[in-house]
């Protein structure tokens, strides 16, 4: 095959292959078809695969509809969780690049709370007791994945450190509804994106939910989740509605920072995967995802009023982060507790900023200039003057 030409990628091929691997049927809700349609055909039209791209890229989507198929099997032996309780605590959200995977992991420290690990992202359904699907060899696939995607990814561990054992993006649900800003940043995907910018996604948080109750159904006790994803900035109507307990935790950063930092993090997870990247083109990508979320966020905002959040300082939150998850428990009612602010000292003495390589980045790589993000972002700055205290 010459190079950037496209092989043909049919939606129930992927269905098939799914089938097959797991010997299993039933997807659910047949209403994410028209969602991965869309991001099959974007990818198709404008994504330019490299040879590397066109081998991942079904891999990617067959996992997570072999995902949806566990799930609906957990479900058909246990329907009554799609009604159980689901506890939600605190959602960490904000522009991507604003501190949200640091908070989550200090938040993550509470014995008291329950958060999504990586190894049960890549398979929501909670470990068998024998077989390929016992916790261990989860673990141990997670590891490798991770592994992985670092080797294919050089320079994607100083951006995005994790562990197979350790806190993750609970974006990772809802890609198994293909409804992901992961996807569309791993991917050139301009019709998808374009939907995305718009599309309400009550079903897929839906979705969302019903696989954290799958996750929590073998936990002893009840603990409150504390969930992270700057993918719920544009979503924030379909959050707050699907989880009703949850605390907003809003993480606020300059917008010339955050666009030019999560910029680079787009180039690096792009570039394995097509022969045509052009910084100009992730520039503008980076750049309208976080106007759009962000515009989006505020109007929500306005909606649901100031109770439903908190919000948290990038250059706060690195100065003093222990405070700053004290003062989110006080929003709470909690007290932090002795041992969780023991537990956090130890993580900051052990996971120093830049301990996995420094990240830099410059806005005029990505074809930006700082004025024009400044000015995109006039009525988040009007409304929160300290975003423009330096870093």
Not at 79 to 94: D, F, I, K, N, R
Not at 203 to 232: C, F, I, M, N
Not at 253 to 262: D, I, L, N, T, W
Not at 354 to 374: P, T
């Amino acid at each position: 095959m010459a190079e950037g030409e496209v092989p043909a990628l049919a939606t129930s091929s992927l269905l098939e292959q799914a089938r097959q691997k797991t010997g299993l049927a039933d997807f659910g809700d047949p209403g994410f078809l028209g969602a991965l349609q869309l991001f099959v055909g974007s990818c198709q039209n404008t994504a330019e695969l490299n040879d590397t791209g066109h081998k991942v890229l079904p891999k990617v989507l067959v996992r997570h509809l072999m995902n949806r198929l566990y799930v609906q099997d957990h479900l058909r032996q246990r329907p009554q969780l799609s009604q159980s309780a689901l506890p939600v605590a605190l959602v960490v959200t904000g522009l991507p690049r604003t501190g949200t995977t640091l908070l989550h992991n200090l938040l993550a420290l509470d014995p008291d709370h329950r958060f999504l690990r990586l190894w049960e992202a890549l398979h929501p359904v909670p470990p068998a007791s024998e077989g390929m699907h016992r916790r261990e060899a989860l673990v141990d696939h997670a590891r490798s994945w991770l592994d992985g995607l670092y080797a294919l990814a050089p320079g994607f561990k100083a951006v995005h450190p994790a562990a197979a054992e350790g806190p993750e993006e609970c974006d990772a649900l809802l890609q198994n509804v293909f409804v992901s800003q992961h996807l569309e940043d791993m991917f050139h995907v301009e019709g998808y994106s374009r939907w995305l910018d718009g599309a309400r996604l009550t079903s897929e948080y839906e979705y969302y939910s019903l696989q954290l109750r799958v996750l929590a159904s073998s936990d002893t006790g009840s603990r409150p989740w504390v969930l992270k994803s700057p993918s719920h900035l544009a979503h924030l109507l379909s959050l707050t509605y699907t989880l009703p307990t949850a605390l907003i935790v809003h993480c606020h950063r300059r917008p010339v920072e955050a666009v030019g930092s999560y910029a680079s993090l787009v180039w690096t997870v792009r570039r394995p995967y097509s022969h045509s990247l052009q910084p100009h083109v992730v520039g503008h990508h980076a750049l309208r995802r976080c106007v759009v979320s962000m515009d989006r966020a505020l109007a929500a905002r306005d909606e649901l009023g100031p109770d439903r959040f908190v919000d948290v300082s990038y250059p706060s939150l690195v100065r003093d982060p222990v405070r700053v998850v004290d003062s989110i428990y006080h929003r709470l009612g909690k007290t932090l507790s002795v041992e969780h602010e023991e537990a956090m000292a130890r993580w900051l003495a052990r996971n120093r900023q830049h301990g996995h390589g420094v990240h830099r980045y410059h806005l005029a790589s990505f074809g930006l200039d700082a004025d024009e993000v400044q000015s995109s972002f006039s009525s988040y700055r009007e409304r929160f003057p300290s975003v423009d205290e330096d870093d």
